[in-house]
């Protein structure tokens, strides 16, 4: 399976995961609370000088970014339609770096790293008896280990429907692709719990 890792050595695969996890949520509240359009604009440049730093191939950085970047611009042109032009930008900014920035840690941050540091501070939660941190750690590592592979597999069902002269419509795609995804999940958490890694309350 693939991971949305990419080897580097760039600042950002330098960074703490903390440092880039808290960066991260700071980011968010103020492009959120902020709605100048200049300040937005210059969130988004800065965040795309970011993804460019990565290393990856211009190409390879788009394909990655187009489903995201997609549904941001039909969330913008909602508002577009049903609100002033300056609301629908101002959405349209704040989605695009937000989604450039968690495109960059995501890309210079190990599957590994993510799940140390989400189950660290976890950890002061398990006092209430509401939670185990590390199956959060370890959920949070499946879901990015199977994003990409869901995409992939997405993009593998829709060539083989143009392959085999089908037309190609949503529902014709998800359902295969969610029967595909719900057996893998249930075949990894048949794994996990055989090996004992998940620990059950009594």
Known sequence: MQSLYVEGNSAMHRLSPRVKLAALAIFSIVVFISENIALLSLAVLMTAIAWRMVGMPLADGLRRLRPVFLTIAIVALFNL????????????????????????????????????????LARPLERTGWVQADDIGLAIGLVLRFVPEILNRYQAIREAHQARGLKIRPITLLAPLIILTLRDADNVASAIDARGIRRHGS
């Not at 210079?108 to 993510?114: E, L, M």
């Open 81 to 120: 339609i049903f609100n002033h032009w300056h609301d629908a930008l101002v959405t349209l900014l704040r989605l695009t770096a937000l989604m450039l920035l968690a495109a960059t840690v995501t890309a210079t941050t190990t599957i590994a790293q993510f799940i140390d540091e989400v189950t660290a």
